[in-house]
């Protein structure tokens, strides 16, 4: 089993730049695809952009050439680094960790954009 725990969430001006981590515990971190997913008051959640175990990466239209996602395995962490912040990128963000057959998520963290 999974333990996910995001943090570095909170309010931001638009334009401004954040940083969250994942702190993941309780299994072999690297053994997972790792991700984060938003959910927007109101909305469904969707995909950010996730990271294979091999590194490679896939990101909504929506942040392309915005928000670049690395994994430290080491310290089984998992960034979401977002620069250019947009009022539409006001959600919870949750971190997911994928494997087959088995899906684990953190209780998420909150960003606000906003002036």
């Known amino acids: 089993q999974v333990q996910l725990v995001e943090s570095g969430g909170g309010l931001v001006q638009p334009g401004g730049s954040l940083r969250l981590s994942c702190a993941a515990s309780?299994?072999?971190?690297?053994?997972?695809?790792m991700g984060w997913y938003r959910q927007a008051p109101g909305k469904q959640r969707e995909l950010v952009i996730t990271i294979t175990t091999g590194g490679s990466t896939n990101s909504a239209d929506s942040v392309k050439g915005r928000f670049t996602i690395s994994r430290d395995n080491a310290k089984n962490t998992v960034y979401l680094e977002m620069k250019s912040l947009k009022p539409d990128d006001t959600a919870v963000y949750y971190c997911?960790?994928?494997?087959?057959?088995?899906?684990?998520w953190g209780k998420g963290t909150l960003v606000t954009v906003s002036s």
């Open positions: 997911n960790a994928w494997t087959t057959g088995i899906n684990y």
């Open positions: 309780g299994s072999i971190f690297s053994n997972y695809r």
